[in-house]
């Protein structure tokens, strides 16, 4: 354990080095109008976006999470997280273009939802839009928690609570545009924390060192991590766990307004493409496959486990920082990475509620005749009691395991994509049967999940049922009836707020 003073003093100066950037870009580009606010203007070069989507997908999980996937299911676990994770992301660079395309003043998700499917099952994806933003940006906090309550003793509540207070601090006051500058900074921190550490575990251990530990760990019974698939591409438990990646993760992208609004942020549709590509297939994909390979198999290698050298096995990534560069250097560089893969991603979720509530919520429901300054003072607002939700929740799920929590957010927020895939590329789906897909998917993914005993299996059959059964609804009830929606009809919307030109 590193002197906690240390921690505050992390936790200080990026306060001030975070929201010290958001000032300055506030004042360097002010913002003219709701549009400014929430998708920065529309201005966005490819570069930024690309930075600002890579670490936005890199959550704590990420790196703990892979980690504790290589754990679990050996050199198919980081693998199987990495593709997993990055499916859903080639279904929603096709569906952001289409709906540039398609509704080209477009803001949010859910403005297309409402005149796709009618205001009440827009008001459900809303709920569902700010369920995953609060979810992910909770799980944040709880990351950041444990890596600074582990590592330099800070009470695990303000190790939580204060990191979600800084982000709530910096998007408040700057916006989309503050999250993304802001997001590049920590792209280099994180960047060269990786490149710097994974050839020093590598050099420390050797690649034969780690093959022959699991060796071990897949031949010897005795051994505390015994697997025998530990060294096997092809497990059956990590081609679940992947299968169950890409279910848990097609929510949270698709229902995740922040990379809605950094698409749409983003100058054209071709830097948009390039972006996207970069961000996630060639900057984000190589991290949970390090982490899971490097961080969670060279624990495994080392005999170490589950109550033999580490409490739990979230612990395997900064159990290794500690082991190749000793405890202070390691717990540093480690808090380092997590904090900033914390804040990245908090702030994309806290951005894209901030989108939500300003456009579609309070000139709707609160104030018909409001102008575009009062909703954005509603959004600033709002955005602080989110902040505040969110830290609350943190602090309150102390001790909860990163990666099952992530498996079971799948079945919540899964069970709506089908119905929101169909209504964007498909005329014939009608509302009644949108809503009945939801439900039903999420009714037997739930059920699954609580009455199936075997524990190895539950959380498989309960994410599927939550991704498929819609999708089998869906079809049938589409093809059943004789509804047909007019796509036209998007072209010529036009939302209560200044849009500037858009280019594609």
Request: hydrophobic share 55%; with cysteine; charged share 10%.
């Amino acid at each position: 354990m590193v002197n906690s003073l240390l921690g505050y003093l992390i936790l200080a100066v990026f306060a001030v080095v975070f929201i010290g950037i958001s000032s300055i870009v506030s004042k360097r580009f002010p913002i003219e109008g709701v549009d400014d606010f929430v998708v920065a203007g529309r201005t966005v070069p490819y570069a930024l976006i690309a930075a600002s989507v890579m670490v936005s997908w890199v959550w704590t999980t990420t790196i703990m999470g892979a980690a504790e996937a290589g754990m679990w299911y050996g050199v198919s676990g980081g693998f199987n997280y990495s593709w997993g994770a990055c499916v859903p992301f080639f279904i929603f660079i096709p569906l952001v273009l289409h709906l540039r395309k398609t509704m080209p003043k477009a803001t949010t998700f859910t403005e297309f939802v409402e005149h796709r499917y009618g205001k009440v099952i827009s008001r459900i994806f809303f709920v569902f839009g700010i369920g995953v933003v609060l979810y992910v940006f909770t799980e944040q906090g709880v990351g950041i928690g444990i890596a600074f309550s582990s590592i330099f003793g800070i009470p695990y509540a303000l190790g939580a609570f204060i990191p979600v207070a800084i982000v709530t601090a910096y998007i408040t006051r700057a916006g989309l545009r503050g999250s993304i500058f802001n997001d590049v900074i920590q792209f280099f921190i994180i960047a060269v924390i990786l490149i710097v550490t994974i050839p020093l575990i590598l050099r420390t251990l050797g690649i034969e060192g780690i093959y022959n530990g699991l060796l071990d760990v897949a031949n010897n019974p005795d051994n505390v991590n015994y697997n025998p698939e530990a060294l096997s591409m092809t497990s059956a438990a990590g081609l679940r766990y992947g299968i169950t990646a890409t279910v848990v993760a097609m929510g949270q992208v698709l229902f995740d307004q922040g990379y809605y609004s950094k698409a749409i942020a983003t100058v054209s549709s071709k830097a948009l493409l390039r972006a996207y590509l970069i961000g996630t297939l060639f900057a984000w994909a190589p991290i949970p496959i390090i982490s899971g390979n490097v961080f969670g198999c060279s624990v495994l290698a080392l005999g170490v486990g589950e109550g033999a050298g580490i409490s739990l096995t979230s612990e395997a990534a900064p159990y290794m920082l500690d082991f190749v560069y000793g405890t202070g250097m390691g717990s540093i560089m480690f808090v380092l990475m997590i904090f900033m893969a914390g804040m990245t991603t908090g702030g994309n979720c806290l951005a894209g509620a901030q989108a939500l509530f300003t456009v579609d919520f309070y000139k709707k429901y609160i104030n018909k005749t409001a102008n575009e300054k009062q909703q954005m003072s509603f959004g600033r607002k709002i955005t602080v009691i989110l902040g505040l939700v969110v830290g609350t929740a943190a602090v309150l799920l102390k001790g909860v395991s990163l990666l099952r929590l992530d498996i079971f957010s799948g079945i919540l927020f899964a069970a709506p994509t089908s119905a929101f895939l169909a209504g964007m590329f498909w005329k014939k789906t009608p509302p009644a049967v949108a809503v009945l897909s939801m439900f039903l998917g999420l009714g037997a993914g739930l059920v699954a999940w609580f009455v199936i005993p075997d524990q190895d299996l539950n959380w498989f059959v309960g994410n599927m049922l939550a991704l498929f059964l819609p999708a089998v609804v869906v079809v049938v009830g589409s093809f059943l009836t004789k509804y047909e929606f007019d796509f036209n009809i998007l072209k010529n919307y036009s939302p209560d707020h200044k849009v500037k030109s858009v280019k594609e």
